[in-house]
């Protein structure tokens, strides 16, 4: 009895273990391996477009600040949240109003491989953007000397740009070769790039939409509004001659360090009511033993009874903000200061220098902790407000001083 019970208990395992492989076939039956639609569920799951943009606007612009020439550019870059599905993308391009736009469209590796090809060709296009510089700055020069001086440059330069392109080797010459030919072989631009460039017709707000439409056919929509600004001249960095007081460091390579720094009337600007008010020159006469000057071999030196003065006019761009910076350098045999000054164009003496009306902004450094002749960087930040000019005095007091390696540049 006991071993019939066995035998029918085995048999209804075997049933069991049958129904149950029967229902698993019948259960694997019903999935499908096509993501992202599992088994019998719906695929609830579109995609949900978004993009990523960078402008890339280039313009140029003749002396008086006119644009010749602007490319209103933006990269664009499409994604979603679909990392799986397949998916489909169409741009749209829509002025203010909503009127459809047909814009230029650029394709994304064109800006790619003009770099690449920049680069094989380094010191070529070096030696270019300094031919495009000069041709820019000789007729907005007004001064006959420095056009001179400019046009025998621009003439070596143009000399040294066909040495420079007759050397380059045969290798160089292929790269570029190869470059240029993958550029004639770009695809055209479309709206439904994932990446594209797009120029716009110039300075505006414009609609870019983005439709995204996965494998199952299921799409979003997203769209911004992209504002495209007046392209701008870059602001010139002015010029400060003699900055580090050096022989010969005039445009025309001559000057004795401190041409430039010389008071338009000594009666008038002495803060000892007359005399001589040009600064001295200190010069290392050993270079490269103790300790250097911030830059060349001389410096401004101002005598300790306060009688010298730098003074300098340069040309700036109203409205825009600079950053002056100096070194100075002190005896420690006795207190003393050395003043700083951004004035304004219309001080015309050293009274109107110390009103405060006038004073653009200044900085004052001292002595004090310092150590003897040792030389120490300064700033100084300014706003040109609405002037065209402004000038750069120093005067020190009570102990003999020293400044050197001027620089300034454009804050941005």
Same mark, same amino acid.
């Given at each position: 009895?006991?071993?019939?019970?066995?035998?029918?208990?085995?048999?209804?395992?075997?049933?069991?273990?049958?129904?149950?492989?029967?229902?698993?076939?019948?259960?694997?039956?019903?999935?499908?391996?096509?993501?992202?639609?599992?088994?019998?569920?719906?695929?609830?799951?579109?995609?949900?477009?978004?993009?990523?943009?960078?402008?890339?606007?280039?313009?140029?612009?003749?002396?008086?600040?006119?644009?010749?020439?602007?490319?209103?550019?933006?990269?664009?870059?499409?994604?979603?949240?679909?990392?799986?599905?397949?998916?489909?993308?169409?741009?749209?391009?829509?002025?203010?109003?909503?009127?459809?736009?047909?814009?230029?469209? +650029?394709?994304?590796?064109?800006?790619?491989?003009?770099?690449?090809?920049?680069?094989?060709?380094?010191?070529?296009?070096?030696?270019?953007?300094?031919?495009?510089? &000069?041709?820019?700055?000789?007729?907005?020069?007004?001064? =006959?000397?420095?056009?001179?001086?400019?046009?025998?440059? &621009?003439?070596?330069?143009? %000399?040294?740009?066909?040495?420079?392109?007759?050397?380059?080797?045969?290798?160089?010459?292929?790269?570029?070769?190869?470059?240029?030919?993958?550029?004639?072989?770009?695809?055209?631009?479309?709206?439904?790039?994932?990446?594209?460039?797009?120029? *716009?017709?110039? =300075?505006?707000?414009?609609?870019?939409?983005?439709?995204?439409?996965?494998? &199952?056919?299921?799409?979003?929509?997203?769209?911004?509004?992209?504002?495209?600004? %007046?392209?701008?001249?870059?602001?010139?960095?002015?010029?400060?001659?003699?900055?580090?007081?050096?022989?010969?460091?005039?445009?025309?390579?001559?000057?004795?360090?401190?041409?430039?720094?010389?008071?338009?009337?000594?009666?008038?600007?002495?803060?000892?009511?007359?005399?001589?008010?040009?600064?001295? +020159?200190?010069?290392?006469?050993?270079?490269?033993?103790?300790?250097?000057?911030?830059?060349?071999?001389?410096?401004?030196?101002?005598? =300790?009874?306060?009688?010298?003065?730098?003074?300098?006019? +340069?040309?700036?761009?109203?409205?825009?903000?600079?950053?002056?910076?100096?070194?100075?350098? *002190?005896?420690?045999?006795?207190?003393?200061?050395?003043?700083?000054?951004?004035?304004?164009?219309?001080?015309?003496?050293?009274?109107?220098? %110390?009103?405060?009306?006038?004073?653009?902004? *200044?900085?004052?450094?001292?002595?004090?902790?310092?150590?003897?002749?040792?030389?120490?960087?300064?700033?100084?930040? *300014?706003?040109?407000?609405?002037?065209?000019?402004?000038?750069?005095?120093?005067?020190?007091?009570?102990?003999?001083?020293?400044?050197?390696?001027?620089? +300034?540049?454009?804050?941005?």
């Amino acid at each position: 009895m006991a071993t019939k019970n066995k035998r029918i208990m085995k048999t209804n395992m075997s049933r069991l273990r049958l129904f149950s492989l029967a229902v698993l076939l019948t259960l694997c039956a019903c999935v499908s391996d096509d993501l992202a639609d599992v088994g019998d569920l719906e695929d609830i799951t579109g995609p949900t477009p978004f993009y990523n943009f960078s402008e890339i606007t280039s313009a140029e612009f003749d002396c008086e600040d006119n644009e010749l020439s602007a490319n209103y550019q933006f990269n664009f870059q499409a994604g979603s949240n679909l990392a799986v599905n397949g998916t489909k993308y169409l741009w749209s391009v829509t002025d203010s109003n909503g009127s459809s736009l047909n814009v230029p469209l +650029i394709n994304k590796d064109l800006p790619i491989l003009k770099l690449l090809i920049d680069a094989e060709l380094t010191d070529v296009r070096a030696i270019e953007e300094d031919i495009a510089d &000069l041709e820019f700055k000789i007729p907005c020069e007004d001064d =006959p000397a420095r056009v001179v001086v400019m046009e025998a440059e &621009l003439a070596t330069l143009e %000399q040294a740009l066909i040495d420079a392109q007759n050397a380059l080797s045969d290798e160089v010459l292929q790269n570029v070769a190869d470059l240029e030919a993958q550029i004639l072989a770009l695809v055209p631009a479309t709206l439904e790039d994932q990446e594209l460039i797009i120029e *716009f017709p110039g =300075p505006g707000t414009y609609n870019v939409g983005l439709t995204v439409t996965d494998n &199952l056919g299921k799409s979003d929509v997203t769209e911004r509004t992209i504002t495209v600004n %007046q392209a701008v001249p870059t602001i010139p960095v002015p010029e400060i001659a003699e900055a580090s007081f050096e022989d010969n460091s005039l445009f025309d390579g001559t000057g004795d360090g401190r041409d430039s720094w010389r008071v338009p009337s000594n009666s008038a600007w002495s803060p000892l009511g007359g005399g001589t008010t040009v600064i001295q +020159i200190n010069t290392d006469t050993s270079p490269g033993v103790g300790a250097d000057l911030p830059d060349g071999v001389q410096a401004a030196k101002f005598p =300790p009874d306060g009688a010298r003065v730098a003074y300098q006019e +340069i040309e700036v761009t109203p409205g825009a903000e600079y950053v002056l910076t100096y070194f100075s350098a *002190f005896e420690e045999d006795a207190p003393g200061q050395m003043k700083v000054s951004i004035l304004s164009p219309n001080t015309s003496n050293f009274a109107e220098a %110390q009103l405060e009306e006038n004073i653009i902004a *200044f900085r004052v450094d001292t002595n004090a902790g310092r150590v003897d002749n040792v030389f120490q960087q300064h700033s100084i930040t *300014f706003e040109a407000g609405e002037n065209e000019s402004v000038i750069i005095f120093a005067n020190n007091s009570g102990v003999e001083a020293r400044l050197d390696a001027f620089n +300034i540049i454009v804050r941005q």
